[in-house]
């Protein structure tokens, strides 16, 4: 999709800040990180959301999923991370192109302390 603002970074049209690159996923630092750790993980194929995908690849959801688990792994998380996907503008998805927020490096219980 030209005017998808994640299949031009997947075209290399705008520039990212690659941690991961495979042949069905692409994994990219936040430009505005919500924790020391912030990546978003995408499929190269264009789904709008995390259903979207489940139902019409359902191949990709995995291999977004090891894709995610990998890019943790990589940032040194430990197995202590956050994965978030959010359908929908009501609950905060901007670009409707489905990306994984992998994030960690603080402490997200509740409440805190």
């Given amino acids: 999709m030209s005017n998808c603002l994640f299949c031009r ?13 495979t042949e069905d996923v692409v994994a990219f630092r936040d430009v ?20 979207e995908l489940s139902a019409q690849a359902p191949h990709l959801t995995s291999k977004l999923l090891d894709a995610a688990a990998a890019v943790a792994k990589s940032e040194g998380l430990d197995n202590q991370y956050r994965l978030v996907f959010n359908t929908g503008a009501d ?15 603080r402490d997200f219980t509740w409440p805190p302390g």
């Fill in 9 to 21: 970074i997947v075209a290399g049209e705008i520039p990212a800040d690659v941690v991961l690159r």
């Fill in 32 to 51: 505005n990180p919500q924790a020391p750790v912030h990546v978003l993980v995408i499929p190269v194929e264009h789904h709008a959301n995390i259903a």
């Fill in 91 to 105: 609950v905060g998805q901007s670009v409707f192109h489905v990306h994984a927020h992998v994030l960690g490096g």
